[in-house]
């Protein structure tokens, strides 16, 4: 009996991670702190970015960039951000959590947003572009990026899937406004979920503390720090609670010190899958942005009968993914429906091979091997 592959599958440094998670139980401190400050250190001196600020997903980052940057340049509700459809929900519903509107735009060949349709479905009420990397993939990042210049614009960049990912040498946050990266389990830097939001605004990183701590202006581990507890504290307004925890942090530490290892495994994944499905013309290969060295969270193909090719891989044990289905395939979504093309196509097309770092080479070539069974077939 073959074993099964996953399509993504998290790998944890199993005895470091708990010597990080033991040192906060010992220390008596598992929430906001020491860790969560260690791990911002660290991942600005890795990025090279100004700011970072630890939180418990995503999801939140992206909340906070919309509503951080929607305060500070008093958009209104119902002003427009540019986006993707084809993108994790979180995505798009951060606009919405702060009543803006989502504006489709379509994707190029890197299943990135293009500049070139962006720049035709802005409005005078267009505010920000959010810009997905999806996969890992940098796609016309740079190119985005003088286009917001151009217009007035702020860039949002969701780097869900971009820890450890380049553009022309450098972490891809350079090129925005604010950055927001995922930990979540699966993520190239694996914990059980966390996030990071990053700021070239130094006012927006102090802003945004206190915003993902309830509208407290100044939280408990600050408080200790003079020596003695000091208890009283401000509320400036209703915040959320998306602060990150020391736990989550420990397991960050450990992943951020093996995440160039473990993303160059994931570019020789990517290039054994390359060199196997290159020859076989029914199958389309999701190319790399210019510049880019992509973080390679996934590893897409396209395919007119993807439907027929899961469900062969399925009945030998192997488990892709789709990432992701079309947004404006969603009720909520559904005005943007048929808006964008090429997104639509790829959607329908669209596989995740496994990728990830329990694979060994023998799994490669199971998972190729059916590939190639299925299309000859």
Request: glycine share 8%; aromatic share 10%.
């Amino acid at each position: 009996m073959t074993d099964k592959i996953q399509v993504l599958t998290p790998y944890f440094r199993i005895d470091e991670t708990l010597a990080e998670i033991r040192e906060c139980l010992e220390r008596g401190w598992t929430g906001m702190g020491f860790k969560t400050e260690e791990i911002e250190k660290a991942w600005k001196d890795y990025t090279g970015l100004p700011h970072a600020h630890f939180l418990n997903s995503a999801t939140a980052a992206l909340h906070i960039a919309v509503a951080m940057l929607k305060r500070k340049y008093e958009w209104r509700d119902g002003d427009e951000i540019i986006s993707s459809p084809l993108t994790f929900v979180s995505s798009n519903h951060a606009v919405l959590y702060e009543n803006m509107s989502v504006v489709f735009a379509d994707v190029d060949h890197t299943l990135c947003l293009d500049p070139a349709d962006v720049a035709a479905k802005i409005t005078d009420r267009t505010r920000a572009v959010l810009f997905v990397g999806l996969g890992g993939n940098t796609g016309q990042l740079a190119a985005m990026a003088e286009l917001c210049r151009e217009r007035g614009l702020q860039l949002i960049l969701d780097a869900a899937h971009m820890s450890g990912c380049e553009l022309d040498g450098r972490d891809p946050g350079h090129w925005a406004d604010v950055t927001c990266y995922s930990y979540q389990a699966v993520k190239n830097m694996p914990t059980a979920d966390s996030g990071m939001v990053c700021f070239k605004d130094a006012e927006l990183d102090a802003e945004a503390r206190k915003f993902s701590w309830l509208g407290i202006n100044k939280d408990t581990f600050a408080r200790m720090q003079a020596g003695n507890y000091k208890w009283k504290y401000g509320v400036d307004y209703a915040g959320y609670k998306y602060n990150g925890n020391a736990v989550m942090a420990g397991m960050a530490l450990v992943a951020l010190k093996y995440l160039d290892e473990d993303n160059e495994r994931r570019r020789e994944i990517a290039a054994f899958y390359d060199r196997e499905l290159s020859g076989l013309n029914s199958v389309e290969r999701v190319p790399i942005g210019e510049g880019c060295t992509p973080s390679r969270h996934l590893y897409q193909i396209m395919l007119d009968d993807r439907d027929g090719l899961l469900e062969h891989l399925n009945a030998v044990d192997i488990f892709p993914g789709v990432h992701y289905r079309d947004n404006t395939e969603y009720e909520m979504y559904a005005y943007g429906h048929g808006t964008c093309p090429k997104a639509q196509r790829a959607s329908d097309r669209l596989i995740t091979l496994p990728i990830h770092l329990r694979l060994t080479d023998d799994h490669l070539a199971r998972v190729t091997d059916a590939v190639k069974a299925f299309v000859s077939a």
